[in-house]
């Protein structure tokens, strides 16, 4: 591996990303998956950060999911985006950050086509203010919420409590990065670092400490795919994907997985318990798998958030030997307790793979 | 074991890392011309048992070379040895006489 | 008084011509950027398909030029079109007056790691044709030798016939080349396996067709139908090649030790600098125009100006020469016709 080589493509794709006031919208699914991501992005970016972020509660999805699912046409999809942008823009904001990667990848679809077809554009136009009287601009700035976080990376590491650094042998933790797949392979300029090679998740690893690993399958999809896993016969197809992934990334032993999409780590996290069940075979130390985090997850823990307050208790595969490397401190019988310590109920723990 | 109602598909993918190569370098060392086909397809075209079994001389060939040997005998076994392939190949193989060859390399190995 | 003939490019077809034009009795002056003459193929080691040595080729020429005014390291500040002739000022500080110019500015490699998913400048292992060119002649890259050899990989058409790279041209010679560099390679590394992957092959040439049979049935290469998708690096430092093999209708994947990238030929980036000066007609493929592509190719539209070998195409090494005899024949013509 030529390290100069991939700095000369991550030069090459950098984009504009303003430093300060930002529209932001969540995504469908995040706050299911993994609920303590979205609410430690905006944590981190006003309270933390002191930037200004707004989110409203009017926004909706995006409809990437039908629309990838061929369930709605392009042009809905592009009036409910136009919507989304006449909220922004009645909040007074030019600047839009999504948490959802397919949101950012639709988002650049729909303002690239109407740049390519300006009749689109009008049509929607009318289409929106037909159905609902609204007018918008488009956002001055589009950014995925993740472009933020690698923005802000060398601030969140002066800022930070701990390093992604194993804490007895003072090596660096051996990290794979994954990135959804909407967020530059439809558009490699709009991405950090390109389509190839992409830098937003392995630039904030490299300003926290950790070394990242390129593995053969690495640009491999996780295996999500609307399609593949919303049809139960095309289950597993997408298992299989997720599974080859694993089997690629094994010799390198990696100590944790980071991911900047909603679906990836989902899936990255689950279908390890899945594959323990069926094949009995786990990736991580000691009968443990590999712990996946979202973005905003890793710099909670690294800024010293308490990882049950991270919602890390809601992951399948077992964070605590992560937190024990890193020398994190946490309460294993807090792990099962929620807001003001009410107890959330424990969940009965697999065979085929240890967590506690 | 849960019943989870689908499975980890096998991989469809040729991997050349895996290939055994060895009958195949036999049979090149007494037919050097089985490397030399361009798959034209000139002999599946023109063969009286393709239009009905699939039978073809290049994906025998193909298929032999890509370690896939059970597949290749499976479409050897429609062959009826007319010899028409070997009368329209450009390349002017004689593929009569490399299935044949096949037959003889590929049975001593598997002990029929 | 000898007629001025300004060949631009000390390449093989601006030697060539020159040469022919010293034995007609012309007095030739080469504008040449590089420090020596000989142009791309001096970077060579061996031609197909008689495995001719490209410095043979080159010194031969260079001996039958000798006698032209050569500037060398030196370019072409600006040339001003006067009544009936151009005035060429060099970088150098000197002016030409001449009513002939000779454009033969040749070609350049595709930047390989332009093609950013088959990893040239990020994987180790990932070598292009000149890399491998310069390593047959000087022997030395810690690549090759570092490396145990047991499986190589050729990819043709690295940014030709490829609009995603804006070449949509062929560039002709790679099929050949890889076939040359495969036999080449087998030679010194017997034992290794070596895939050449191909979308078509088009072997054209005079000799071109045995050279291929050799490869398969005397050197036993593997030749697979399909455009390789991507490239990655295992954790031993090798590059695991992904295609798909079109003729088995299969996904196909190999680790390899060496893979070498058949970086096509696209328009040298001078010869539009200086077709700007001069108000030449570039081509849609990038290359410059002929006045047609049948009968006029060394002629531009321009009267006075014209071309030979790989300014307007991609050529191989005989095309270049006999474009280049064909353009001092034309020049010829025009001078004893006092035009």
């Known amino acids: ?356 | 074991m849960s019943i989870f109602g689908f499975r980890i598909s096998p991989s469809s993918a040729i991997n050349l890392d895996k290939v055994d190569r060895t009958r195949f370098e036999e049979l090149c060392r007494i037919e050097p011309d089985a490397m030399r086909c361009m798959a034209c397809g000139s002999c599946s075209a023109t063969c009286p048992a393709a239009t009905f079994s699939g039978m073809s001389v290049r994906k025998v060939l193909l298929n032999l070379q890509r370690g896939k040997e059970e597949e290749a005998f499976r479409l050897m076994s429609n062959c009826m040895l007319c010899g028409k392939c070997t009368m329209v190949c450009p390349r002017g193989i004689n593929t009569r006489h490399i299935i044949l060859s096949i037959c003889r390399i590929y049975e001593k190995e598997a002990g029929r | 008084m000898k007629e001025i003939v300004v060949i631009i490019g000390g390449g093989i077809a601006g030697l060539e011509a020159a040469s022919q034009l010293l034995k007609l009795g012309y007095s030739p002056i080469i504008i040449e950027k590089e420090d020596h003459l000989g142009g791309k193929v001096a970077n060579w080691h061996k031609l197909f398909p008689d495995m001719t040595p490209a410095k043979d080729i080159v010194d031969e020429l260079i001996a039958s030029s000798k006698d032209s005014n050569i500037f060398l390291n030196t370019e072409i500040s600006f040339i001003n079109r006067l009544q009936d002739s151009y005035n060429i000022k060099l970088s150098n500080g000197i002016s030409i007056m001449t009513k002939y110019i000779l454009c033969t500015t040749g070609f350049r490699l595709f930047e390989a790691e332009k093609k950013e998913e088959y990893g040239y400048g990020i994987y180790n292992q990932v070598i292009t044709n000149g890399d491998l060119e310069h390593w047959f002649n000087t022997g030395k890259d810690e690549r090759i030798e570092n490396s145990s050899m047991q499986a190589i990989g050729f990819v043709h058409c690295v940014g030709s016939r490829d609009e995603k790279a804006r070449n949509s041209q062929c560039s002709k010679v790679c099929c050949i080349t890889a076939i040359k560099q495969a036999i080449e390679l087998k030679e010194k590394f017997p034992d290794a396996q070596i895939y050449c992957f191909y979308m078509d092959l088009r072997l054209f040439g005079k000799k071109f067709e045995d050279f291929y049979i050799k490869a398969q049935k005397d050197y036993g290469i593997h030749f697979i139908r399909g455009r390789v998708s991507e490239v990655s690096e295992n954790i031993e430092g090798k590059v695991i090649v992904k295609a798909e093999d079109t003729l088995a209708g299969k996904p196909i994947k190999v680790t390899l030790d060496l893979l070498v990238l058949m970086s096509g030929m696209v328009c040298n980036p001078d010869t539009h600098k200086m077709a700007g000066m001069m108000a030449l007609q570039v081509d849609s493929d990038g290359f410059l125009k002929s006045h047609d592509n049948v009968f006029h190719i060394t002629s531009s539209t321009k009267k006075g100006i014209f071309y030979a070998g790989a300014c307007t195409g991609p050529k191989t090494v005989p095309e270049t020469l006999a474009e280049a005899r064909s353009a001092v024949l034309d020049i010829h013509s025009q001078i004893i016709s006092g035009q």
């Open chain 1, 1 to 356: 591996m030529i390290y100069q080589g991939k700095q000369k493509i991550w030069s090459d794709y950098q984009k504009e990303i303003p430093d300060d006031h930002w529209y932001y919208v969540r995504s469908c699914i995040r706050q299911n998956f993994f609920p303590g991501s979205e609410r430690m992005f905006l944590e981190i970016c006003k309270d933390v950060l002191g930037k200004d972020f707004y989110e409203n509660e009017h926004h909706t999805t995006c409809g990437g999911i039908a629309y990838h699912c061929d369930t709605i046409p392009q042009e809905t999809a592009m009036t409910i985006v136009a919507r989304q942008f006449a909220l922004m823009t009645e909040a007074g904001y030019e600047n839009y950050v999504a948490s959802c990667i397919t949101s950012f990848g639709n988002y650049t679809e729909i303002l690239e086509t109407w740049n390519e077809f300006p009749e689109l554009e009008t049509r929607i136009r009318e289409m929106l203010w037909k159905a609902c009287r609204k007018e918008f601009n488009k956002p001055k700035y589009l950014a995925h919420s993740s472009d933020l976080i690698y923005k802000y990376r060398n601030e969140i590491a002066e800022k930070a409590a701990f390093r992604l650094v194993n804490k007895k042998t003072g090596e660096p933790l051996r990290v794979v990065e994954h990135i959804g797949c909407h967020y530059a392979k439809m558009f490699p300029s709009k991405g950090v670092g390109g389509a190839e090679y992409p830098y937003v998740l392995a630039g904030m690893i490299d300003a926290w400490g950790g070394e990242v690993i390129d593995y053969p399958e690495r640009r491999h999809c996780c295996g999500y795919g609307f399609r593949q896993y919303h049809v139960k016969a095309n289950r597993g197809y997408s298992l299989s994907n997720t599974h080859k992934k694993f089997e690629s990334m094994e010799p390198y032993k990696p100590d944790m997985i980071i991911t900047n999409c909603p679906g990836c780590p989902y899936f990255l996290d689950r279908w390890q318990y899945v594959i323990a069940e069926m094949e009995g075979k786990t990736y991580g130390q000691n009968g443990f798998g590999i712990p996946v985090f979202t973005y905003e997850e890793v710099a909670g823990l690294v800024l010293g958030y308490d990882p049950w307050d991270l919602g890390l208790q809601l992951h399948q595969v077992a964070v605590e030997p992560l937190l024990d490397k890193i020398g994190i401190e946490y309460s294993p019988e807090d792990k099962y307790k929620g807001l003001n310590k009410k107890d959330i109920m424990r969940p009965e723990l697999p065979a085929g793979i240890k967590c506690f």
